[in-house]
């Protein structure tokens, strides 16, 4: 399979009170003076009644902060994010060498270079030289790209759509470099709400944005795609991995779906701009591999255009979810069995401390471990779509669930 990648607060003891007994003969020190104990005794007795209580005190403090650490476990069951101090929404990374790369949302798809995943990063340029040669949406700047390589040659998907709207566009350009410069736009692999293609279902009903390609061992490569509407589908590719399987019957796969509306539609909501049924927020899906599993990430919850006077209700801003399988085609289900499509989901990442609203997430294979990136905010700075940053968290997997760490 191809990724995107190939304290202790201690406090000072209490004085000894003299009239501690030796245990062992009932006397007090004054008593042991007055039968002449040597000095250098009673000194030693002395340390040993002081780090008794010394360790005591150490005893509870370390209990104290263990109870503390417990309570905040159970309060947001996460670790802090490793900080990049990087601006990104919508991150994708690979690892070239000893270099890594970072493709994120901004004028043509920017590029960013670093020696290691906490930066720096530098910015280098940008995917395309123009804009998409896809004739709707927000073609000055992409979204949501996502880069693989194979055999040599970098391929960058991208889609190109409008706020709320499902009129969308996956496409892909390519390249011999990872860096900037020499990508050419293939444009549109497929298309929702209009273009060539979008009467054919699921492309009636869900919205071609977020693209995720895997790469199977046997070497087929699946587009894994969709925001809101519908939820999530996965398509398989043509060898050339710029363009589908086949366009009349794509073999689609259902594989997410938040069933329940999160809030009140659009009163102008239609089958192309707003869900008449209400916003059914899940996207940004992304696919890895571990120990025989697949694992279908996604982002659950609003993430954009948030207003800092009435953010959404807590548990429903932006988290990353998981689903696992056996197939890459799924069905992907949570630690209960529950199916994803039905609204199953493992919580892997959310809010917490200063880390708000995390999601857009991908995983990158860096050596034998696995990464968890993702963008998210910080109220303190702003709740902006231009104020997300890039943080990461490494994963462990316990009996097969992957686990955020510190």
């Keep these: 399979m191809i990724d995107r990648s190939d304290h202790l607060s201690r ?35 002395a340390l040993l009644g002081l780090f008794g209580l010394f360790s005591v005190v150490l005893s509870g403090s370390l209990q104290q902060n263990q109870d503390a650490d417990v309570a905040h476990d159970e309060v947001t069951g996460f670790p802090p994010t490793r900080q990049t101090q ?29 020696p290691s995943m906490a930066g720096p990063w530098k910015h280098i340029g940008k995917v395309l030289d123009a804009n998409s040669v896809i004739p709707k949406g ?8 996502t880069v693989i390589v194979v055999d040599g040659t970098y391929y960058c998907y991208y889609s190109v759509s409008k706020a709320g709207c499902r009129d969308s566009a996956i496409g892909v350009a390519t390249s011999d470099s990872p860096g900037p410069g020499g990508w050419h736009d293939h444009g549109a692999i497929i298309q929702t709400g209009t273009g060539k293609g979008s009467d054919v279902e699921p492309y009636t009903i869900s919205n071609a944005i977020d693209p995720s390609t895997l790469i199977t061992p046997d070497g087929q490569a ?49 089958t192309i701009c707003g869900d008449p049924t209400g916003p059914h927020a899940i996207e940004g899906a992304f696919i890895s591999y571990h120990d025989g599993w697949y694992y279908l990430w996604y982002s659950h919850g609003f993430c954009c255009n948030l207003n800092e006077k009435n953010l959404p209700p807590p548990g429903s801003e932006y988290s990353i979810r998981v689903g696992r399988s056996k197939s890459a085609r799924g069905p992907f289900v949570d630690k209960s069995g529950k ?35 993702y963008h998210y905010l910080n109220k303190t700075v702003g709740i902006a779509f231009s104020d997300a940053y890039l943080g990461f968290n490494p994963l462990k997997y316990v009996n097969g669930w992957p686990v955020a760490q510190a």
């Design 11 to 45: 406090s000072a003891p209490p004085p000894i009170d003299p009239r501690v007994n030796d245990i062992r003969q009932g006397w007090s020190l004054r008593d042991l003076w007055h039968h002449s104990i040597p000095r250098r005794w009673i000194r030693m007795l």
């Design 86 to 114: 990087q601006k990104t929404h919508d991150p994708t990374i690979i690892r070239v060498g000893d270099e890594y790369y970072l493709y994120n949302v901004g004028e043509h798809m920017l590029i960013h270079t670093a």
């Design 138 to 145: 927000d073609r000055a700047a992409p979204w949501a790209p």
């Design 222 to 270: 699946y587009l894994t795609y969709g925001s809101y509407w519908q939820g999530i589908y996965q398509i398989p590719l043509a060898e050339d991995l710029i363009s589908p399987m086949s366009t009349t019957e794509p073999d689609a796969r259902h594989l997410a779906w938040e069933p329940k509306s999160m809030a009140l539609p659009n009163r102008l909501a239609n």
């Design 339 to 373: 199916d994803l499509v039905e609204g199953g989901g493992e919580i892997v990442y959310g809010s917490n401390g200063e880390t708000y609203a995390p999601g857009g997430q991908g995983v990158l294979r860096d050596g034998d471990n696995d990464v968890l990136y």
